[in-house]
């Protein structure tokens, strides 16, 4: 076992599951973790253990945390439909502190497993404007990180790794694939059915779909 040890929040979707492999083919023994946060697509939780068991990582964590009881997203409040047409600004699908709240949660386990880098699979090219996957956050938030924590007050400090921050959804699935990811084991959708079923209408299932087209790759996305 490899004394280099990393943190990936891992969702159970595409861009998560090939951070995965990124950090692994790093060298680095990693801690996945994901969140059981209210969100209607319960069904990636059960893809994110899948992911986690194919690619090897060492422990697989799913912490709970009552977003719903805050609501103002489509994917915790179910009286706010998911949209299903492209459209203008920040969409209902942004969950309000989510990467803050998860970003919080990995800094906290990785200080006690003395990992020194923590993933995250946000992306700026192909994605749907939420602020929180925009590199300006994540240079913010390892700042905070260094400044809040036993570990960087004492220099060893850590990272947040973003490697596919500028990537497009194709080279993501092309990155995956070298690298072993199963896609066929994730699911991306925003709502997708307790089987894992995809809409294949949601703007993360258009994003996926046109993916794999322009990776010239079959989908292998379960449709409902």
């Given at each position: 076992m490899t004394d280099k040890k990393a943190?990936?929040?891992?969702?159970?979707?595409?861009?998560?599951?090939?951070?995965?492999?990124?950090a692994l083919a790093e060298g680095y023994a990693c801690y996945t973790m994901s969140f059981d946060y209210g969100q209607r697509h319960r069904a990636e939780l059960q893809a994110a253990e899948r992911v986690a068991r194919q690619l090897g990582a060492v422990e697989h964590k799913v912490v709970g945390i009552d977003l719903n009881g805050i609501g103002g997203s489509a994917l915790t409040d179910d009286s706010i439909a998911v949209p299903e047409e492209p459209g203008e600004g920040i969409p209902v699908t942004y969950v309000p502190a989510r990467n803050t709240l998860f970003l919080s949660l990995a800094l906290?386990?990785?200080e006690v497993l003395g990992a020194r880098d923590i993933f995250i699979g946000v992306n700026a090219v192909d994605y749907?404007?939420?602020?929180?996957c925009r590199p300006e956050f994540i240079t913010a938030f390892e700042?905070?990180?260094?400044?809040a924590t036993k570990a960087g007050v004492e220099g060893e400090g850590f990272?947040?790794?973003?490697?596919?921050?500028?990537?497009?959804?194709?080279?993501?699935?092309?990155?995956?694939l070298t690298r072993g990811v199963d896609f066929a084991l994730t699911v991306s959708c925003y709502q997708a059915d307790a089987d894992g079923r995809a809409c294949g209408r949601c703007d993360s299932c258009?994003?996926?779909?046109?993916?794999?087209?322009?990776?010239?790759?079959?989908?292998?996305?379960?449709?409902?």
């Amino acid at each position: 076992m490899t004394d280099k040890k990393a943190v990936i929040l891992l969702s159970g979707g595409l861009d998560s599951a090939t951070v995965l492999a990124m950090a692994l083919a790093e060298g680095y023994a990693c801690y996945t973790m994901s969140f059981d946060y209210g969100q209607r697509h319960r069904a990636e939780l059960q893809a994110a253990e899948r992911v986690a068991r194919q690619l090897g990582a060492v422990e697989h964590k799913v912490v709970g945390i009552d977003l719903n009881g805050i609501g103002g997203s489509a994917l915790t409040d179910d009286s706010i439909a998911v949209p299903e047409e492209p459209g203008e600004g920040i969409p209902v699908t942004y969950v309000p502190a989510r990467n803050t709240l998860f970003l919080s949660l990995a800094l906290g386990w990785a200080e006690v497993l003395g990992a020194r880098d923590i993933f995250i699979g946000v992306n700026a090219v192909d994605y749907s404007g939420y602020p929180d996957c925009r590199p300006e956050f994540i240079t913010a938030f390892e700042r905070l990180a260094n400044l809040a924590t036993k570990a960087g007050v004492e220099g060893e400090g850590f990272r947040i790794r973003a490697p596919l921050q500028y990537l497009s959804k194709a080279q993501i699935i092309e990155a995956g694939l070298t690298r072993g990811v199963d896609f066929a084991l994730t699911v991306s959708c925003y709502q997708a059915d307790a089987d894992g079923r995809a809409c294949g209408r949601c703007d993360s299932c258009r994003l996926r779909a046109e993916g794999f087209r322009a990776a010239g790759v079959a989908d292998p996305t379960r449709y409902v």
